[in-house]
T-cell receptor, first 114, second 113 residues
Framework: SQTIHQWPATLVQPVGSPLSLECTVE??????LYWYRQAAGRGLQLLFY??????ISSEVPQNLSASRPQDRQFILSSKKLLLSDSGFYLC?????????????FGPGTRLTVT | GDSVTQMEGPVTLSEEACLTI???????????LFWYVQYPGEGLQLLLK?????DKGSNKGFEATYRKETTSFHLEKGSVQVSDSAVYFC????????????FGKGTKLSVKP
């Protein structure tokens, strides 16, 4: 069966510090991968998605970036965090390019920027 | 553009009450439709889905029917439990969209004993 992991689970970082969040998927190959942010009391905002190694599409221009160094690894980064980067970050995967499949979500990372 | 609209919460019910959370969508093609549930502090879990008109998705006593004529996918449950307290998200996915989901803003449900 497939599983998706995210770490760390929680993170408290000062403004201006760097960020690296990691997501890995097990039990499948060539997944589509996604990063979402959920601000307090709001819905989900798609940040990045990837259909393959080294292929990243950005939905929202900002100080965050994403990379996919391996087929089942997806990393969210920032060089300098802003207060507005606080939120709950969710990684998700889906099968291939069908475009009609459900996404499976990880447990999330709670980021607080102080 | 494509979008999903959910009824605003929070919704507060007593245990064993009936639940309906309204969801309507706007899409240029023929989307798949989903309901996800998020328990406090956790990620989203797929609750049910429907991929074509008149399909009914069901799981854990929840149901939703894909209504093309009214562009709706309302979530229903006949008797809610305290353990159903969570945030519920309606979402759609369009063929050829590389799997990108469009989410509603979520509806928070609180069930009191």
């Amino acid at each position: 069966s497939q599983t998706i992991h995210q770490w760390p689970a929680t993170l408290v970082q000062p403004v201006g510090s760097p960020l690296s969040l990691e997501c890995t998927v097990e039990g499948t190959s060539n997944p589509n991968l996604y990063w979402y942010r959920q601000a307090a009391g709001r819905g989900l905002q798609l940040l990045f998605y990837s259909v393959g190694i080294g292929q990243i599409s950005s939905e929202v221009p900002q100080n965050l970036s994403a990379s996919r160094p391996q087929d089942r690894q997806f990393i969210l980064s920032s060089k300098k965090l802003l207060l507005s980067d606080s939120g709950f970050y969710l990684c998700a995967w889906s099968h291939g390019l069908a475009g009609r499949d459900e996404q499976y979500f990880g447990p999330g990372t709670r980021l607080t920027v102080t | 553009g494509d979008s999903v609209t959910q009824m605003e919460g929070p919704v507060t019910l007593s245990e064993e009450a009936c639940l309906t959370i309204n969801c309507t969508y706007t899409a240029t093609g023929y989307p798949s439709l989903f309901w996800y549930v998020q328990y406090p502090g956790e990620g989203l879990q797929l609750l049910l889905k429907a991929t074509k008109a008149d399909d009914k998705g069901s799981n854990k006593g929840f149901e939703a029917t894909y209504r093309k004529e009214t562009t709706s996918f309302h979530l229903e449950k006949g008797s809610v439990q305290v353990s159903d307290s969570a945030v519920y998200f309606c979402a759609l996915s369009l063929q050829g969209s590389q799997g990108n989901l469009i989410f509603g803003k979520g509806t928070k449900l609180s069930v009191k004993p």
